[in-house]
């Protein structure tokens, strides 16, 4: 995997229950941890290299926080684990996130006759971006298959 860019933020503004976690700053915006990543790799089709069969990480966004928009090559499946709901939003799968009517938000959170969802599938390739429904923080796992590597990563640019 590549290495991510580097962040000066401080782990010491996570909250008490989350600095064990050995997270770190994310790129898109957030933290992260990556927790498993399996050990044998294939070369799937349209990769320009080998990849592990999957990977997981801890993904932790506090309020005011945001996954910006980005898209991943592979299919991604989010799950919800501590704090409030997350609002993830789904931009589709063009040369840029889809707007207005064209995004579709679901809401993962544990309130599900509210409808919340444990778990979302964001599909290989789709635009997606995150952010705390509420006023808490929001721990959420992202399981990446074929497994992740930032050269299958693509950030939004900043926007004027």
Partial sequence: MSAAPTSQRDPAELPSWARGLGLQPHPEGGWFAETYRHASTFRPQGY????????????????????????????????????GPLSLDLGGNGDAPAGGDGVRTVRLGSDYPGGEVAQALVPGGHWQAARPAGDEPVLVGCVVAPGFDFADFALLPDQP
Avoid at 49 to 78: M, N, Q
Wanted: no cysteine.
């Fill in 48 to 83: 320009d290299g080998a990849r592990a069969y999957a990977t997981s990480i801890l993904f932790l966004l506090l309020p005011g926080e945001e996954s910006r928009w980005h898209r991943v090559t592979s299919d991604e499946l989010w799950l919800h684990h501590r704090g």
